[in-house]
C-alpha cells in the first residue's frame, strides 16, 4: 500500500469504521472516488482547499455547495469535519487512503501496469490471471487493475502488486544486456 502519512491513514480509518456502522460505506466509497477526481483534475480548487491563509468558515459553504447534493450526509460531515479542523489540505490524502483501506476491506488487489501502449483485451486478462495464479495473492477475491501508458517506456510492461515489481520492459532488458557485456570476461581485474 502507499505510503500515506499517518494522519491521513487514521483519518481514513475511522471514516472507514462509521460508514461501516452505518452500513453505507459503498455509497461513501463512491463519494470519495467523485471527491478524488474533483481534487486531481481540479488544481483551482486543491489550492483553495489546501490555503492556509483562508478561514474554515470560507471553506464550509464551497464544500456543502460543491458536494452536498450528491454526497452522503456522512461524507459531506466528515469533510466539513476536516475543513473546521484546519485539515482540508489532507482531504486528497485522506480520501485515497479511504479508497486502499477500502479495497484491502473489500479483498480487492490494486495492480499497477505502466505499458507504452494501450494494453489489449488479452493482455489486460492474461496480466489479472497471472496475478491471481500468483500464491502471494491467494485470498484476494478481485483485482482493481490501474493501467498508466508510459510513452518513454520502450516496451513491455511493468507491474507493480503489493510492494512486488515486475520489470519485463525491454528498456529493462537492455539495460540487463548493457550490464552484462560490459565486464569483459577475458581480461583479469588484478
Known amino acids: 500500500m502507499k505510503g500515506y502519512s499517518t494522519v491521513a491513514k487514521r483519518y481514513a480509518g475511522a471514516l472507514l469504521s462509521l460508514s461501516n456502522e452505518a452500513n453505507i460505506t459503498a455509497s461513501v466509497a463512491q463519494d470519495f472516488r467523485s471527491f478524488l477526481e474533483v481534487w486531481n483534475e481540479s488544481s483551482e480548487v486543491r489550492s ?111 507491474l507493480q502488486v503489493e510492494g512486488l515489481e515486475l520489470d519485463l520492459s525491454l528498456e529493462r532488458k537492455l539495460e540487463d544486456f548493457r550490464k552484462q557485456f560490459s565486464k569483459n570476461l577475458y581480461v583479469a581485474d588484478f
Open 48 to 158: 483553495f482547499l489546501k490555503n492556509p491563509v483562508l478561514q474554515p468558515g470560507l471553506k464550509i459553504p464551497f464544500v456543502q455547495e460543491a458536494f452536498g447534493n450528491s454526497f452522503q450526509e456522512l461524507s459531506l460531515r466528515f469533510m466539513i469535519k476536516m475543513v473546521r479542523a484546519r485539515r482540508a489540505s489532507l482531504l486528497g490524502e485522506v480520501a485515497e487512503s479511504f479508497a486502499a483501506q477500502y479495497r484491502r476491506q473489500e479483498k480487492v488487489l490494486e495492480v499497477q501496469v505502466k505499458s507504452a501502449i494501450a494494453l489489449s483485451d488479452s493482455t489486460r486478462k492474461a496480466v489479472q490471471d497471472w496475478v491471481m495464479a500468483r500464491t502471494e495473492f491467494t485470498g484476494w477475491k478481485s483485482i482493481a487493475l490501474n493501467e498508466h501508458v508510459q510513452s518513454d517506456l520502450i516496451g513491455g510492461l511493468v
